[in-house]
């Protein structure tokens, strides 16, 4: 399974710091997402999250900002559903960079897939602190549904769990068919977050 760490930051540690914490655990995928950070302060952190990167052979992702991948090195964006268009990101792009989009629903995924999207990001499962204007709740029970249509309609894209996600949480979305998850606070607020994030590469393989 493949284990997503989405950068946030908290009372002990920032961007960065998490960033570190995270690939020393054995993630081999990050997402830098800054919201509320201005472009010249997220390309500050991504080149440097860009080294940290290299040195594990890990994939960057940028968060929503298309036009900081370039300049930073990045491998790729995610688009959330009021960010830009993916269509619109790939024929910016190119085919050479990874491009994620975010769904709640089938209508999302199959917009997400005609649009040329390399993977989907699909939730959330539970509340979370860690993301402001959650979509609505899907459960494990949604995930399924979600699954179940995807295979019916021929679209094979990795669907990427997120929203909430703890160790406890693998067994039922590997049962119910996810292919990766993406995670956060569970690492990044845990007592040794190097730690819990060992423990869920080490469920995964």
């Known amino acids: 399974m493949n284990v997503q760490f989405i950068s946030h930051r908290n009372a002990r540690f920032d961007d960065l710091e998490g960033i570190r914490l ?6 081999r995928w990050v997402q830098l997402r800054m919201k509320d950070a201005t472009d010249e ?10 080294r940290l990167c290299d040195e594990y ?5 940028l968060d929503d900002r298309v036009h900081l991948v ?19 990101a790939r024929r910016l792009l190119g085919h050479n960079r990874i491009i994620g989009g975010t769904a709640n629903t089938i ?5 997400l897939a005609a649009w040329g999207a390399d993977y989907i990001g699909c939730g959330p499962l539970r ?3 860690t993301k402001q204007n959650l979509a609505p709740l899907l459960g494990f029970d949604g995930y399924r549904r979600l699954i179940s249509r995807m295979r019916a309609e021929g679209i094979r894209l990795p669907l990427v769990a997120i929203g909430g996600i703890t160790e406890k949480d693998l067994p039922r979305l590997v049962e119910v068919g996810v292919e990766g998850i993406a995670v956060s606070g569970s ?3 845990a007592p ?14």
């Open 22 to 27: 995270a690939l020393a655990g054995g993630c």
């Open 41 to 50: 302060v997220v390309i500050e952190v991504a080149v440097k999250a860009r």
């Open 57 to 61: 052979g890990a994939t960057l992702i």
């Open 70 to 88: 370039e300049p930073t090195r990045a491998d790729g964006v995610h688009l959330g559903r009021l960010d830009m268009p993916v269509d619109l």
């Open 107 to 111: 209508e999302d995924i199959r917009r």
């Open 127 to 129: 509340f979370t602190t």
């Open 187 to 189: 690492v990044l607020n």
């Open 192 to 205: 040794n977050p190097t730690l819990a994030m060992q423990n869920l590469i080490n469920y995964g393989q």
